[in-house]
């Protein structure tokens, strides 16, 4: 298997995400062990959970495989190509193409979400309602379908 030269430069962007704030991604708990690395990354264990994970944990490239690819994606995914052609570019599986397409749209509302924090205040909700399969409706005025007999010139 083929391993990439260099870190690309989202997963040294998480890396750092995780560094300034190093947590648990399970429980939370801040007790963390650095524990040796998995495909160039850093592997952590927490010690209240014992769970182990790495920066890409809990992100949208969680579980994403051939990493060294990502980049040719991403370009191809920024010149707008289509699906197919992405997927023959980097010789992926058509569903593959798909997968990659919405976990990278997926990753760019994860980095740019900010956190909100405080009180939240929302001064209206509009729920949209539906009368399907209602034989009776009282709040609205019955439509009309078809001509109206009123405007029928005889």
């Known amino acids: 298997m083929q391993h990439p030269d260099a870190i690309p430069a989202i997963i040294e ?7 300034s704030d190093l947590r648990c991604p399970k429980c939370n708990h801040d007790h963390i062990n650095r524990w040796g690395t998995l495909k160039h990354l850093q592997r952590y264990r927490c010690k209240a959970c ?16 051939k990493r ?3 980049m040719q994606y991403a370009d191809s995914m920024l010149s707008s190509e289509a699906l197919r052609k992405a ?12 997968r990659w397409r919405h976990r990278f749209l997926k990753l ?17 909700t509009m729920f949209r309602e539906s009368f399907k399969g209602k034989r009776k409706i ?14 029928r010139v005889t």
Not at 58 to 65: D, M
Request: hydrophobic share 35%; proline share 4%; with cysteine.
């Open 50 to 65: 014992h769970k182990t994970f790495t920066a890409l944990t809990g992100t949208p490239l969680a579980r994403l495989r």
């Open 68 to 70: 060294e690819l990502w």
């Open 13 to 19: 962007h998480l890396e750092q995400q995780l560094q």
């Open 108 to 124: 760019a509302d994860y980095l740019n979400t900010p956190v909100l924090t405080g009180i939240i205040e929302a001064d209206q």
């Open 138 to 151: 009282a709040k609205r005025p019955v439509r009309k379908r078809g001509n109206d007999n009123k405007k």
């Open 87 to 98: 997927a023959a570019r980097c010789h992926v599986h058509l569903s593959t193409s798909f």
